[in-house]
Nanobody, 128 residues
């Protein structure tokens, strides 16, 4: 059984930082891409960032470029999303997701359909 569990969400003031973790279990190897998505109240779920199997390829939504950074530690089965300079518009439930494959990663447009495995989400609130 494949599972993804997010952690690290919380309440932070504008300009602050948070570090989200996604722990993956049940995968027989590390040949999977991980994406981070978010969904704010009344809005569609949108892609934020992704990292390929092996970590050689990453992608970011324009809204988070230069502020968010994604990395993976396969020895710990963990993907990290470091979020800096947070803004109120970053407030959302953040989900990590995975799909099996070794060819890059996608997170923009309609890419969420590519992801087969999803975590339960973690709330991030940016407010003073």
């Amino acid at each position: 059984q494949l599972h993804l569990v997010e952690s690290g969400g919380g309440l932070v003031q504008p300009g602050g930082s948070l570090r989200l973790s996604c722990f993956a279990s049940g995968f027989t190897n590390n040949y999977y891409a991980i994406g981070w998505f978010r969904q704010a109240p009344g809005k569609e779920r949108e892609g934020v960032s992704c990292i390929s199997s092996g970590g050689g390829n990453t992608n970011y939504a324009d809204s988070v470029k230069g502020r968010f950074f994604i990395s993976r530690d396969d020895a710990k089965n963990t993907v990290i999303l470091q979020m800096n300079s947070l803004k109120p518009e970053d407030t959302a439930v953040y989900y990590c997701a995975a799909y099996l494959g070794t060819n890059g990663c996608v997170v923009l447009g309609d890419s969420r359909k590519k992801y087969d495995y999803w975590g339960q989400g973690t709330q991030v609130t940016v407010s003073s």
